[in-house]
């Protein structure tokens, strides 16, 4: 072989050592362009999840507040029970708050969205990713579920209820609620008493499972403030 063709081959060998280079080179910052895009549309996830998650806390404590105030009116109402003592106002101020319903509205807009799109892959914490899964899909369907349950013992508990109060008419203090039986009478019927007394079981429960929920969106919210900051 001639100096002339070692030169070539050397030569054909260098360009493609550089052409091989290039595209491996390519490949790796097409890669890390990649991996930087998906690092920052998984930072915005996350600040967009965080708003989710402080609009739901806050939607979670009003509804733990109206479970305590259902819990705190059935002790005051089997309390108060067969006390002929007791004042009509002082049990309809309590019946009332039966007549006083609020409804638990998730947000998970955000993680409805990453789930749609298959990018809840974008959190890279894969802790992190379980625990905001395991709240959006499972825990708040769990609340809502708590709150239907105790929508349907308040229910039959006004059901109840109905055969011994009125509307009355507008402007009466305690929202236009007045007890029509005697006290003898509304004492008398069984199946009222054990209906509150099943109503303030589940607002009971409902003040726990609503506790875990806010406790489990604190420390969601605090890993992810973690990140981001």
Do not use: C
Not at 137 to 150: A, I, K, M, T
Not at 179 to 188: D, K, P, Q, R, V
């Amino acid at each position: 072989m001639t100096s002339n063709e070692r030169h070539y081959n050397w030569r054909l060998l260098a360009e493609f050592v550089v052409i091989f280079a290039g595209i491996v080179f390519g490949l790796l910052a097409d890669d890390w362009r990649q991996e930087r895009n998906e690092a920052k549309e998984g930072v915005a996830a996350l600040r967009l999840l965080q708003t989710d998650l402080v609009a739901d806390s806050a939607e979670v404590a009003s509804r733990l507040w109206h479970a305590r105030k259902d819990s705190n009116v059935t002790s005051l109402l089997i309390g108060a029970w067969d006390d002929l003592e007791a004042s009509s106002e002082y049990l309809e101020k309590a019946i009332y708050w039966y007549y006083v319903t609020t409804y638990y509205q998730p947000f998970n807009s955000t993680f409805e969205s990453l789930k749609a799109g298959n990018n809840l892959r974008l959190i890279e914490d894969k802790e992190l990713r379980a625990g905001i899964i395991e709240y959006f899909q499972n825990r708040q369907v769990y609340l809502q579920q708590v709150v239907d349950l105790s929508f349907d013992a308040d229910f039959k508990t006004m059901d109840k209820l109905n055969q011994h109060i009125r509307l009355s008419p507008k402007g009466y203090r305690w929202g236009q609620l007045k007890i029509l039986s005697s006290l003898e009478t509304l004492y008398a019927d069984s199946e009222v008493r054990n209906a509150i007394a099943w109503s303030g079981w589940i607002a009971s429960f409902m003040v726990s499972t609503f506790e875990q929920g806010l406790e489990e969106n604190a420390a969601l919210r605090a890993r992810i403030a973690a990140i981001l900051d």
